[in-house]
């Protein structure tokens, strides 16, 4: 697991082939090797994995998550719920337990229901700066803009170091339409986590929305970046660089997930295109298609749930 931290996976991998080769009985193993795979993307590896955790050992509560952490991400809610009920009934103080799930019924439009987790969550560690964020995360959905800036706010005082929590809040401040809090929030988070390639295409987005020329630096963090794949057509699309035709012929994938999941993105900046050049019949059509796509977990996804929200939709 020092390897995997490192993100030397093949390593991680080699030294719990071993460790399960020694003891074929060692759920913690399976549910090890079931993170790194999980890590490389490898997802259909690693359910196998925490499979065998959890029929190694029914009461380990944290293999039962894990496995709940696969499934969410192969976008199977009723079996990920399932599962971390299951971790909960084990352990009824975990609350990255009760995020997950209410990830889960976010994800399937039970706000309700997310709601209610979140709040536990809330409940167990009222200073978990995640918990708040994820409960952010659903208010902004229910359209509850206020609630959830106040816990994005307070995310932020309990995680200043964080870039996520000012990513997160700078999306809230997007979502408002308070573009110039929300380029404030995103160049801290691009100045903590300058190798991350999403919060350089809000920033642009919040200043192309708010009026400006944001393009020369655009071109430049791209250049920076060095991007030899996605989302690197994102970026060469907002510079007119190659068309939208051309964004949706790269966004595809051999490997079904990654294909939504690229199209998801794909037709959300689509949409978010339309927009700036003041097209609102277009934005709807390409943010819902950004619906169809299922992805629920994505930034895109929710980001494209608000702003039909805001057009009325």
Sequence with gaps: MTHSAKREFDRAILDLDTAISLNPKDARAYNDRCLVRFERKEYDRALADCDNAVRTDPKYAGATKSRGRVRLRMRNYDGAIEDFSKAIQLNEGDVQAYLERCAGYAAMGDYDSAMTNCNRAVELEPKLAAALSSRGSVYLRQGRFEQAMADYDAAVKLRPESPSAYANRGWGHFYRGNLEAAQSDLNV?????????????????ARARDGQDATSDLAKTLGELNLTGWPAPIYKFFLGKIAAESLLQEAKHIDYRKNQEQYCEAYFYLGQQALIQDDRNEAIRWFKATLDTKVAEFVEYRAALVELWRLNQ
Aim: charged residues 10%; glycine residues 0%; negative net charge.
């Design 189 to 205: 988070a691009i100045e903590m986590s300058p190798q991350e390639p999403y919060y350089p295409i809000w920033l642009y987005l």
